[in-house]
């Protein structure tokens, strides 16, 4: 499992969950929109502060970031 594409995916379902654009999701956090759309596909090494600063802008615990979500083939649903 690559963790940037783990906490690059919840990051995305996150804020479309919350129906957040890149921009916006960037000015709540403080990072800018380029930065936000590394860190969604991947393609960077996020510190913990910039994921505490993410956090805060969802409105969530920085361990959300981390968790396997239920559309994970590797996953299997609770009975």
Request: charged share 30%; net charge negative.
């Amino acid at each position: 499992m690559d963790i940037r594409k783990l906490v690059g995916g919840n990051v995305t379902r996150l804020r479309k969950e919350q129906d957040l654009k890149q921009e916006r999701l960037a000015e709540l956090s403080g990072l800018t929109q380029s930065m936000i759309s590394q860190i969604e596909n991947g393609h960077s090494n996020v510190e913990l502060f910039t994921l505490n600063d993410l956090a805060q802008a969802f409105g969530v615990r920085p361990i959300e970031f981390f968790v396997e979500g239920s559309d994970d083939p590797e996953v299997s649903p609770a009975d």
